[in-house]
Each structure stands twice: as structure tokens, then as C-alpha cells.
């Protein structure tokens, strides 16, 4: 009898050999190795903040407005809500920008802007902040003569746009061109096609990159001095004249006093600060996560 070309071998226990065994238990050790090496930092990082400044923190720090410099007590009642107006106004700005900057270079690629969009979005990533900061200030602060919380909205969403936009981009690459083809073929117009399908499949990458966006600018002091300057009071009206505050401002004060009770609050500052960007991560992941 003619024996089969192909003969089975069958691996000792049923499973994978030893050798490929190693090597899967070496590649996943590798990985949980880099995993560990890259969270290590941010681990450190919220240790430290924990331990100098948890002590700092009450009811009245997010009650009470601050104190003047020396003095002990106080709050940051009117620097979170600040920021939270700022960095709101700044999002709108550059998630919009960004976006339909994003869509335009992926699904637009023909178009003869393409190229002019591409290359301001480059040249925008490679802008330092605080020159972001010296344009809003060129654009408002010295048309108008006084200080103003839109102005550090904008200065802030011009540094949200580049990462939103290449982000965008990046994700709606990985979108695949069968489903765009499908929503054609449906005879569906193309924008029809970007906005209910690709965006959609697109959603979680895109918000990703909005979250990056944000928790890159959310701790951005330079533009602020420029713009925003900061107060010792309530202002919720970011077009007023009267500036506005901001955590990142109040950081860079009490860190740079002279005053040794400033500097814990410092701490309690940046603190706060990372905890906002961390729990409006997550609402924002649990809010869009799919059903």
C-alpha cells in the first residue's frame, strides 16, 4: 500500500513544542517587560504628586478661592473652573478644526487643498507653545489691551489641531476600502459614507487622539501667561477683560514663590490637574464605548 504524502507529527502532549513553547513564554514576558517599563514613569510620577500634595487637599481647596501669596488655607475653586472653560473651548475649537482636517487628507486625497492642509498640520506639531501663545496674544490681547481666557482657548486649540489631525488621518487609514466601496455601491453620497460609516468605525481611534489632544494642552502654562495671565477671583466669562485663572498658571506661581508654604500647594495643583485629565479620559470612554 502506497503510504500518504504527508505525514502527521503529532508533538509530544498534544500541544506545541518545547522550543516554541519557550519562545512564546520569552516574547510575552518581553512584552509585559516593555509594558511595565513604559508605565513605570507615570507611576512615579502620580507616587510623587500623591505623597507632596494629597496632604494639601480639602473640601475647601476646590470651595475656596486662593489665598495671597505666604499666607496658609485657600483653594482652587476658581482655577479648575477656569481651566475646564479654557481646555472646554480650546476641544470645540480643535476637535472640529481637526477633524474635518483628518477627513479632508484621508477621504479627500485629490483634492488640490490636501497638500497646503498637510503641510500647515506639520508645521503647526512643530511649533513650540509658547509661540502659540505670542500669536494669540498678536491676535487679541494686543488688538484688544487687555488679557482674555479666549485668547488661551485659542492659543490652546492651535495646538490641539496638528495631533487631531494626524490622528484622524492615521485612524481612517485603517478603516478598510471595502466598507467605503460598499456605501457607494448602496448609492450613498460620499459624504454620507464618511459621516455615518467610516467616522463610526473610526470612533474609538478618533477619540484617542481628542484625549491626547487634551492632556497635552491641559497642563500648557506658557501660552496662558501670555493670554489668560491668571486672577485672584471669579471670572466665568472667558471673553471678559479681566483675565482668567487657570490651574497650570496657579502651579507656576506657587511653584516659583518664595514661600515655603506655596510649594505644597503646588503640589496639590498638579495633582488635581492630572486627576481631571484622568477621569475625563474615562467618562469619555465609557460614554462612547460601544454598545
Not at 25 to 32: I, P, R, Y
Not at 103 to 126: F, N, T, W
Not at 283 to 289: E, G, H, K, S
Amino acid at each position: 500500500m502506497m503510504s500518504s504524502g504527508v505525514r502527521s507529527n503529532p508533538v509530544k502532549g498534544g500541544g506545541l513544542s518545547s522550543g516554541r513553547r519557550f519562545k512564546n513564554s520569552l516574547m510575552a514576558g518581553l512584552m509585559v517587560l516593555a509594558t511595565l517599563i513604559v508605565l513605570t514613569p507615570l507611576l512615579l510620577i502620580f507616587y510623587f504628586l500623591i505623597v507632596n500634595g494629597i496632604q494639601s487637599i480639602n473640601w475647601d481647596t476646590f470651595t475656596q478661592l486662593p489665598k495671597p501669596e505666604g499666607e496658609t488655607g485657600g483653594g482652587f475653586a476658581n482655577a479648575i473652573v477656569g481651566s475646564v472653560i479654557i481646555v472646554g473651548m480650546a476641544t470645540v475649537m480643535g476637535v472640529i478644526v481637526g477633524i474635518g482636517g483628518g477627513v479632508m487628507i484621508s477621504e479627500y486625497r485629490e483634492h488640490p487643498m490636501v497638500p497646503a492642509v498637510r503641510l500647515i498640520s506639520d508645521v503647526l506639531s512643530g511649533i513650540p507653545a509658547i509661540v502659540m501663545g505670542l500669536v494669540a496674544y498678536t491676535l487679541i490681547i494686543a488688538e484688544f489691551k487687555t488679557f482674555r481666557g479666549f485668547a488661551a482657548s485659542l492659543a490652546l486649540g492651535f495646538i490641539m489641531i496638528p495631533i487631531v489631525v494626524r490622528t484622524t488621518e492615521e485612524v481612517l487609514k485603517l478603516v478598510p476600502q471595502t466598507v467605503r466601496e460598499a456605501g457607494l455601491a448602496l448609492g450613498l453620497p460620499k459624504w454620507r459614507v464618511i459621516y455615518s460609516i467610516i467616522l463610526p468605525a473610526a470612533r474609538s481611534g478618533i477619540i484617542t487622539g481628542v484625549m491626547l489632544a487634551i492632556s497635552r494642552v491641559s497642563g500648557e502654562a506658557a501660552p496662558l501667561l501670555f493670554t489668560a495671565l491668571g486672577s485672584q477671583f471669579w471670572q466665568l466669562n472667558p471673553f471678559s477683560s479681566l483675565g482668567m485663572a487657570a490651574l497650570p498658571l496657579e502651579i507656576y506661581n506657587r511653584a516659583n514663590s518664595p514661600f515655603p508654604s506655596s510649594l505644597p500647594l503646588a503640589y496639590a495643583a498638579s495633582l488635581i490637574l492630572v486627576l481631571m485629565v484622568f477621569v475625563t479620559t474615562l467618562v469619555a470612554r465609557i460614554a462612547t464605548r460601544k454598545k
